[in-house]
T-cell receptor, first 120, second 111 residues
């Protein structure tokens, strides 16, 4: 079963409104989560690194005031798209690093199922 | 130069064919080399990974890394229609570092 859960899987919102996407790690604590955005026929582009208990680290070109990230607990990170516009319509995916499986220097990376955002 | 380069395809092959998917990268710090498979409108799933140079085989899949030339390959033998997906290479430094993805190669296996 999924070890990282995202919700909602699909959301449609009106232009100018805000929408929140949740990313939960199941059965493990994730001190670090990553948020990606994927436009059609393009690869995943890292938006930000979410660290539990501290501010997120944003990639160059990503507006931190528009894409608010909160990692308030070890199992939950949220991405809020504020004042959404049609160009924000995309597939948003989170990933979480689990220390359980010891694959990559002691960590394994799991992805959520993604959230489709459509801004109309 | 992009950190990871991958031919986006699409690549169409007949069922049963051997498929070769490739990536090049520029960052010498990458130590782990992952391949993800992504079906349409789904999140990526980890398919295989290798550490440093060498080969790794898992069923019909073989991952190959040549660090000297910074070249990563994934081979699929006896390809099946269910293999139709986008394959993303993802070299990685390890630990809690971010993962850099290739653009992904879209593969279609025709019955």
């Amino acid at each position: 079963g999924a070890v990282v859960s995202q919700h909602p899987s699909r959301v449609i919102c009106k232009s100018g409104t805000s929408v929140k996407i949740e990313c939960r790690s199941l059965d493990f604590q994730a001190t670090t989560m990553f948020w990606y955005r994927q436009f059609p026929k393009q690869s995943l582009m890292l938006m930000a690194t979410s660290n539990e208990g501290s501010k997120a680290t944003y990639e160059q070109g990503v507006e931190k005031d528009k894409f608010l990230i909160n990692h308030a607990s070890l199992t939950l990170s949220t991405l809020t798209v504020t004042s959404a516009h049609p160009e924000d319509s995309s597939f948003y995916i989170c990933s979480a690093t689990s220390p359980m499986d010891s694959l990559f220097g002691g960590n394994t990376i799991y992805f959520g199922e993604g959230s489709w955002l459509t801004v109309v | 130069q992009k950190e990871v380069e991958q031919d986006p395809g699409p690549l169409s092959v007949p069922e049963g064919a051997i498929v070769s998917l490739n990536c090049t990268y520029s960052n010498s710090a990458f130590q782990y080399f992952m391949w993800y498979r992504q079906y349409s409108r789904k999140g990526p799933e980890l398919l295989m990974y290798t550490y440093s140079s060498g080969n790794k085989e898992d069923g019909r899949f073989t991952a190959q890394v040549d660090k000297s030339s910074k070249y990563i390959s994934l081979f699929i033998r006896d390809s099946q229609p269910s293999d139709s997906a986008t394959y993303l290479c993802a070299p990685f430094s390890g630990g809690y570092q971010k993962v850099t993805f290739g653009t992904g190669t879209k593969l279609q296996v025709i019955p």
